[in-house]
């Protein structure tokens, strides 16, 4: 059991610019790592996960509404960490890291040039570390947490040369981005004594 919520504070300007701020408390309950266990010894209690997450950013339409802008900025802490730990085998474990902490940045833009045509785009930062966790004896303090890019962006316009049977066609090309993330905690990093080449596990940047 644990005391979970979230408490947000909105002003609204009069010229409809939205800020806001929020605090969130949340809760992932405890678990029996019994799935990559090879003998009895294997199977351990793994501690309820917490996070204290901070948020706050601003919502706008400006210049006769023709821009849309959206900027937001969050911090999140959390406290006993689950996490997959993969491992020669393969086998995973089921584990705490017992501190780690997520912050960034996202900003979205939607620009009216046209009647028919409109871009919209959006780039994202995300600093996501261990601030506290030993695998297999070894130190991966500031390492990244898995399937966390540090940068993400979109961009893509909408385009409506015409209209058919009182309906508007409209063309919306796209590109996305994502930088590399890594797919093990330990990064690039090898433990001693283990023949797995964690520099395997990761995804390069791609569009």
Do not use: C, M
């Not at 086998?91 to 997520?102: D, G, T």
């Not at 506290?132 to 993400?152: H, I, K, Q, V, Y």
Request: neutral net charge.
């Amino acid at each position: 059991n644990a005391l979970t919520g979230r408490a947000a504070l909105t002003y609204t300007f009069d010229s409809g610019t939205l800020v806001y701020a929020s605090y969130s408390r949340g809760y992932r309950s405890g678990a029996f790592n019994g799935g990559g266990y090879t003998s009895s010894a294997g199977i351990q209690y793994i501690k309820p996960e917490y996070v204290n997450a901070y948020e706050a950013g601003v919502k706008g339409r400006f210049f006769d509404r023709k821009l849309t802008l959206a900027l937001a900025g969050f911090y999140y802490d959390y406290k006993n960490q689950q996490l997959q730990d993969t491992r020669p085998g393969p086998v995973s474990f089921l584990l705490n890291a017992p501190k780690s902490e997520s912050y960034g940045a996202e900003a979205e833009v939607g620009l009216r040039l046209a009647p028919t045509l409109s871009i919209n785009g959006s780039v994202g930062y995300l600093h996501a570390t261990y601030k506290d966790l030993t695998l297999s004896g070894s130190n991966l303090n500031g390492n990244d947490l898995p399937f966390a890019p540090r940068w993400t962006a979109h961009g893509g316009f909408d385009w409506s040369p015409f209209e058919v049977a009182d309906g508007k066609v409209t063309f919306s090309p796209s590109v996305d981005y994502s930088s590399r993330q890594w797919f093990s905690p330990y990064n690039g990093y090898n433990a001693p004594g283990s023949g797995q080449v964690n520099a395997e596990l990761q995804q390069g940047g791609f569009a």
